[in-house]
């Protein structure tokens, strides 16, 4: 069932634009997996494979800074202290019982959930590489993070954990949100209207960007680890999906 190039840009096309006379029907769904081929697959079309590619470069080469401002104790060291301390000036009762609601939204408890149901929808619906490419993308980001960390030993700001978990660079928070709420953004998004593809984005974003600032506000991470956690989800996102890919692993054939 190899889907080609010509059919595969049409595809993404029509599902690109709204059509006031189409109502969906069951018979509608073999359409949704498709387009997750399309977008998934070795053949997907060009303008996504560039996007892919920035996202990968960009994110990469600003967790690298970050990542040797910290090692060679560059003064962003400095403002992390500075930014750390005006923050903590700022905080009130309220404002932390907001902000730990925030940050439960990057908890594994919340997170977990979320992947396996997604993950349940695409084995149900025999998406396999997909499926593949989602528990990829989360379970070597969180490995990888874990590895950096320990690798790092850079301390948290307050003493909030012990032992692994007191380790701070990169915020695994903030990694993980730009993975399983960045993905599954573009699983909400596919096929949706113009407004609806931006509110979903919009939407993310500020999930993210909720997430990845409460963990500065409670004193759980510096700014720069914050910073890289989120620099290392957006090049871990695309990276991941092509080296599922290129592996050749695909749905099976009925």
Same mark, same amino acid.
């Not at 081929?37 to 060009?46: A, H, I, N, V, Y």
């Given at each position: 069932?190899?889907?080609?190039?010509?059919?595969?840009?049409?595809?993404?096309?029509?599902?690109?634009?709204?059509?006031?006379?189409?109502?969906?029907?069951?018979?509608?769904?073999?359409?949704?997996?498709?387009?997750?081929?399309?977008?998934?697959?070795?053949?997907?079309?060009?303008?996504?494979?560039?996007?892919?590619?920035?996202?990968?470069?960009?994110?990469?080469?600003?967790?690298?800074?970050?990542?040797?401002?910290?090692?060679?104790?560059?003064?962003?060291?400095?403002?992390?202290?500075?930014?750390?301390?005006?923050?903590?000036?700022?905080?009130?009762?309220?404002?932390?019982?907001?902000?730990?609601?925030?940050?439960?939204?990057?908890?594994?408890?919340?997170?977990?959930?979320?992947?396996?149901?997604?993950?349940?929808?695409?084995? *149900?619906?025999?998406?396999?590489? @997909? +499926?593949?490419?989602?528990? $990829?993308? =989360?379970? &070597?980001?969180? #490995?990888?993070?874990?590895?950096?960390?320990?690798?790092?030993?850079?301390?948290?700001?307050?003493?909030?954990?012990?032992?692994?978990?007191?380790?701070?660079?990169?915020?695994?928070?903030?990694?993980?949100?730009?993975?399983?709420?960045?993905?599954?953004?573009?699983?909400?998004?596919?096929?949706?209207?113009?407004?609806?593809?931006?509110?979903?984005?919009?939407?993310?974003?500020?999930?993210?960007?909720?997430?990845?600032?409460?963990?500065?506000?409670?004193?759980?991470?510096?700014?720069?680890?914050?910073? *890289?956690?989120?620099?290392?989800? @957006? +090049?871990?996102?695309?990276? $991941?999906? =092509?080296? &599922?890919?290129? #592996?050749?692993?695909?749905?099976?054939?009925?």
């Amino acid at each position: 069932r190899a889907v080609g190039g010509a059919r595969c840009g049409s595809l993404v096309r029509f599902s690109t634009r709204g059509s006031s006379t189409h109502h969906p029907s069951p018979r509608c769904q073999p359409n949704v997996r498709a387009l997750l081929t399309c977008s998934l697959g070795r053949k997907s079309p060009k303008w996504f494979r560039m996007s892919a590619a920035r996202l990968v470069l960009g994110g990469s080469w600003r967790f690298l800074g970050i990542l040797e401002d910290v090692i060679s104790g560059d003064p962003l060291v400095v403002v992390d202290a500075m930014v750390y301390e005006f923050i903590r000036s700022l905080r009130t009762p309220g404002g932390d019982r907001f902000m730990v609601a925030v940050t439960e939204l990057g908890d594994i408890q919340v997170v977990l959930p979320v992947i396996m149901v997604v993950l349940g929808w695409f084995i *149900a619906h025999r998406l396999w590489r @997909t +499926a593949i490419y989602w528990l $990829a993308a =989360v379970g &070597v980001a969180e #490995a990888l993070v874990k590895v950096i960390k320990l690798t790092l030993h850079r301390q948290r700001p307050g003493a909030l954990y012990v032992g692994v978990e007191q380790l701070s660079f990169p915020s695994g928070h903030a990694t993980l949100s730009v993975v399983v709420y960045g993905f599954l953004a573009f699983l909400l998004a596919a096929g949706a209207p113009q407004r609806l593809r931006v509110f979903i984005g919009s939407a993310a974003v500020i999930l993210i960007s909720a997430v990845a600032s409460s963990r500065l506000y409670l004193g759980a991470h510096w700014m720069s680890g914050g910073l *890289a956690g989120l620099a290392f989800g @957006t +090049a871990w996102l695309p990276s $991941a999906r =092509v080296a &599922v890919t290129s #592996a050749g692993r695909g749905p099976p054939r009925a």
